[in-house]
Each structure stands twice: as structure tokens, then as C-alpha cells.
């Protein structure tokens, strides 16, 4: 997970750099797949706030509070997000029992409905493979479609399960 702090009319002491820090890490415990965190802090006519942005798997979530104290609205913040995020993940656990059905039942199969949610307009720029690279990961993204240098056909550069990259390269058979 990587963590970026701003501080904006105040400056970032260790210890509250280091509270932040521990406050992301316990967030990390409800849910594994943090990609990266944001947390803003700043103080305007003696109000202390914080705004925290968490972006974990297909999700970004936000929550802000304000207080007297710069440490109580980080915690107001963090307290939101975590309940932002046990809620996320309630989503995704199943609630229902395991019941089993004979496929004898069935007379046909029919697969399942495909829906896209999101349809996004990418800029195709020519770029190279470690470039790609460097833009999937600067965004989060698993996987990144580009126009190769080289060649000038459309590649996408993926990561893997091992923490390596993988490249798609369009081939004519």
C-alpha cells in the first residue's frame, strides 16, 4: 500500500506523520487489498481538518471530518473511513448458507449476464513496454493498454499474481 500525507497550513511533525501511518496500517488489517491512501490535513481559523482517500480494489472511498484538535480529526477521519470500509467488505461476503442442487435439475445452462459497469476512454500514446509499466503502476491499475514505440501496434502490459509483468502482443495467425 503506499501512503501519501498532505499537510497544508501546517507543518508535518514526525509524530503525526507516524499516527497517520499506524492509523493506515490498522485500515490494512480489515481489508488487504489497499492499493494506495491519502490522508490531507490542514488547519483554517483554528479548525483542524482531515480528509482521507483510500483506493482499494475498484473502490475509492473518502471521509473528512473537523475538529479542535489536529489529532481528533484524524481520528474522526480514520473512523469514517473505517466503517466506509467494513461495509465495502460486507459486500463481498457471502451471508447465505452452502446449499447444493443436483445439476439433474437443469435443463439448460445459461451463462452469466455480461454487464459493463464502466466503459473508459483511454489516451493512446506511443510509448514503450517499461513505460507502460510506470503509468499502470503510477494510476494502480492491473494492466495497461498502450501503442508500442516500436512497432506501433496496441500492446497491454499486465501485472501478475507473482509480482512480475506480463505483455499481450497481438499476433496474426
Known sequence: MRIHIVARKIKMTK????????????????LDNIVWAQAIVSVEKKIHAAEVVV????????????????????????????????KYKERFTDHHAAETVGLDE???LVGPEIRFSVVKDVPLKPMNKEEAVI???????NFWMFQD???????VVFKRLDSTYGLLQPVKK
Do not use: C, N, V, W
Open 135 to 141: 503509468e499502470m503502476e503510477k494510476i494502480g491499475y
Open 15 to 30: 509524530p503525526m506523520k507516524d499516527f497517520i501511518e499506524t492509523k493506515f496500517e490498522k485500515l490494512h488489517e480489515y
Open 55 to 86: 483506493h482499494a480494489g475498484h473502490q475509492t472511498m473518502k471521509a473528512a471530518a473537523e475538529s479542535d484538535e489536529m489529532y481528533a480529526a484524524i481520528d474522526k477521519a480514520m473512523d469514517k473511513m473505517e466503517a466506509q470500509i467494513k
Open 149 to 155: 514505440r516500436g512497432s506501433k501496434q496496441l500492446q
Open 106 to 108: 437443469f435443463t439448460t
